[in-house]
C-alpha cells in the first residue's frame, strides 16, 4: 500500500462529493483510516460552539453521502500543514497525466515502451481488427441502422524527408553545425 502511495503523491484529482472543476494535488494520505479520523468542525455562522466529529459523520451531514470503505486511509488535499482529508472513493484521477518513469521497474518500462511504439504494422492490424469485429463499426448493429462503414485503410503516398540542418551559435560566437 505504500508503494501505490508513494506513486500516487502529487497526482491531481477532481472530486466527486461536490460540483467543482477544480483540480486538486494529492499531499500525501492520512495515517489512519477514515473510520477513524475526527476533527474539530468549527460553526460557520459562529452560533454553535465547535464540536468535535467524525469524517463519516461530516460528510453525512455536509454533502449527503455514505461511505463504503471506511477501513481505507483519506487522501490528502491540503496545501502546507493544514490537512484535508478526503476518503479515495470521492476521488478520480485528472486524464492524461505522466508517470514518471523512476517509478517503473526495467521489465515494466520496457512493456510500456512496446506498448507505446507498436510497429506501424501491428497498429494497422490492431485498428482493422477492431473495425471488421462484430462488434465494431462494421459489425451488425452498425447494419440495422443503415450505416456503412469501409473495411480497407485509406491509402496515401508520402515521402521522409531529411531532418534539417541545425545552426548554433557557440560561447566564443562561432557558427556550428550540429
Not at 46 to 74: A, H, K, T, V, W
Not at 141 to 148: L, N, P, S
Request: proline residues 5%; positive net charge.
Amino acid at each position: 500500500m505504500r508503494e501505490v502511495m508513494h506513486v500516487l503523491k502529487g497526482l491531481k484529482v477532481y472530486v466527486t462529493h461536490r460540483q467543482t472543476n477544480q483540480k486538486y494535488t494529492i499531499a500525501g494520505f492520512s495515517d489512519q483510516n477514515t473510520r477513524y479520523i475526527t476533527f474539530t468542525l468549527k460553526d460557520r455562522e459562529g452560533e454553535n460552539p465547535p464540536r468535535e466529529i467524525s469524517l463519516i459523520e461530516y460528510f453525512r451531514e455536509r454533502y449527503n453521502r455514505e461511505l463504503r470503505d471506511q477501513d481505507m486511509p483519506c487522501v490528502d488535499l491540503g496545501k502546507g500543514n493544514r490537512k484535508n482529508y478526503v476518503p479515495m472513493e470521492f476521488c478520480v484521477l485528472v486524464e492524461g497525466q505522466r508517470y514518471p518513469k523512476e517509478h517503473l521497474c526495467r521489465d515494466q518500462a520496457l512493456s510500456l515502451k512496446h506498448i507505446s511504439l507498436a510497429r506501424p504494422r501491428d497498429r494497422m492490424d490492431t485498428i482493422c481488427g477492431m473495425v471488421r469485429s462484430e462488434d465494431g463499426p462494421y459489425g451488425d448493429v452498425a447494419r440495422k441502422f443503415g450505416i456503412e462503414v469501409e473495411k480497407d485503410m485509406t491509402s496515401l503516398s508520402g515521402r521522409v524527408m531529411e531532418p534539417p540542418v541545425l545552426k548554433v551559435r557557440s560561447s566564443t560566437g562561432n557558427v556550428e553545425v550540429l
